[in-house]
């Protein structure tokens, strides 16, 4: 391995900690030093693929969609004629999008997440890679949870006494409890699937228990509705897909360890944070808040789509687009449309339904290819990385935790795990590999081009 692949890597876990902690990433000082560290991971990829004459590309499909979304968000943006006068204001250039100047911001944020994802699929090469991303997801849920709770008493309006935020609900280092429990149910969802597939050692499992029970505990300590249910849904689907395959017993026993997990979360919110604890998730009231009331705003938003169907009103623009339907007092203003399938139906109308297709059909063949692994330790970072993701998606129809940065990179880093899961690489131990598959790439592996190759061509 260069120094360029171990900087690259060395920068990948850092931006995972890093951008988590700068209150998710949502304000455009650390958005921008967000962006830096991409141009950064960037230009040193380059510069190893120059130095090694070597171009180390993966071919994976997941990656398409976020630069199909890129692409598509850049046509939304094209000036097609121009506006009739308004206000006394002519020579305004028609475009798909309502709003050109959030399409395009949001375009080059699709392209940076891409870049993100490319670049990690690149460099996450080796089996000792996976461990250490596994280690740094499992350790910093871990710190990060009890950092949160101790916070939650001693400073519950004000993140790290410092910052407070007037209507917010904050969390951790979240502006939004939603975010927290998003990061928290996809952090979980790691160890847990370990631990189910059997990838633990029998001396270690009590630690792995703790780190994932204090998590939990975090995540219903927040308060979120959406990020319980998420969290349940994980559990389920990773119950689901480790207990198909195994005899009676071990599928009894495995069902009784997710309750009894969930049962344990719940009792030591109860313990930590007492009755008022499970006070907001026990609510089920209606809100009198426009930002929160998803019924109002999904009905909204199906108007959204029936007016701009079939090319959308442009990929960010959805706050301009909703204020013409909105039938509320406007004095609070909607951002987003708390449900990210409706919002994609909304920004990108036919198109954008055709890429998350597409993304939701790769994202569920690789899940199914790679969690029948031989390979233990593999085959538990699948299926945790796999629980992780449709704990997120299941979220996602209640928020829109995906459009927090730091949200948004953890997502990154579950699907490059669930990819390389499926590789082998050199550093496999042999006794611990597939039959038969030692040491071959599959079709979603790197795929080096050697610069001396082409030229002889």
């Not at 792995?208 to 998590?215: F, N, R, V």
């Not at 009331?293 to 789509?305: A, F, K, M, P, Q």
């Not at 880093?413 to 071959?440: Q, T």
């Amino acid at each position: 391995m260069t120094k360029a692949s171990k900087a690259i890597f060395f920068l990948s876990c850092s931006s995972l900690i890093l951008f988590t902690l700068a209150y998710g990433t949502v304000h455009q000082p650390t958005i921008s030093l967000y962006y830096f560290f991409v141009t950064l991971m960037v230009l040193l990829w380059a510069s190893n693929c120059f130095l090694t004459g070597e171009i180390n590309l993966s071919r994976h499909s997941l990656q398409f969609p976020v630069y199909i979304a890129f692409i598509y968000a850049l046509i939304q943006i094209i000036p097609f004629g121009t506006l009739a006068e308004t206000a006394g204001v002519t020579g305004i250039p028609r475009t798909i999008s309502q709003s050109p100047f959030d399409t395009e911001m949001t375009a080059f944020h699709l392209l940076s997440l891409g870049l993100f994802l490319s670049v990690n699929l690149a460099i996450v090469d080796s089996a000792a890679r996976i461990r250490k991303l596994v280690g740094v997801i499992t350790v910093f849920g871990f710190l990060f949870a009890f950092f949160a709770i101790l916070q939650s008493f001693l400073s519950p309006n004000k993140i790290y006494g410092i910052y407070e935020r007037i209507g917010a609900a904050p969390f951790g280092s979240f502006v939004s409890r939603n975010n927290f429990a998003a990061f928290m149910e996809m952090s979980i969802a790691l160890p847990l699937g370990l631990l189910l597939s059997g990838s633990i050692e029998r001396d270690k499992r009590l630690i792995y228990i703790t780190a994932i029970s204090l998590m939990g505990v975090a995540l219903i300590l927040s308060g979120s509705r959406g990020g319980l249910v998420a969290m349940v849904a994980g559990v389920v689907f990773l119950l689901f897909i480790t207990t198909r395959a195994s005899g009676t017993k071990k599928i009894a026993f495995r069902i009784a360890m997710g309750l009894l997990l969930i049962g344990v979360v719940i009792g030591g919110a109860f313990y930590i944070g007492g009755e008022s604890s499970l006070t907001r998730i026990a609510d089920s009231g209606p809100s009198t808040e426009a930002t929160m009331d998803r019924t109002h705003i999904w009905g909204t938003t199906l108007r959204v789509i029936g007016a701009n169907f079939p090319l959308g009103a442009g990929i960010g623009a959805f706050a301009q687009a909703y204020t013409q339907f909105d039938q509320f007092s406007g004095l609070e203003r909607v951002e987003q449309a708390h449900n990210d399938y409706l919002q994609v139906a909304a920004d990108a109308g036919l198109v954008g339904i055709v890429i998350a297709s597409f993304f939701l059909f790769a994202l569920g063949r690789t899940v199914k290819r790679n969690i029948a692994r031989e390979n233990t330790f593999r085959r538990g970072v699948a299926v945790g990385a796999a629980g992780g993701i449709f704990a997120v998606l299941t979220h996602s129809i209640f928020d829109f935790v995906l459009h927090t940065t730091a949200i948004s990179l953890l997502f990154i880093i579950l699907m490059v795990l669930l990819v390389a899961a499926g590789r082998s690489f050199e550093d496999d131990v042999p006794n611990e590999d597939e039959r038969g598959h030692h040491r071959r790439r599959t079709k979603g592996s790197v795929m080096p081009f050697s610069r001396q190759s082409r030229a002889s061509r």
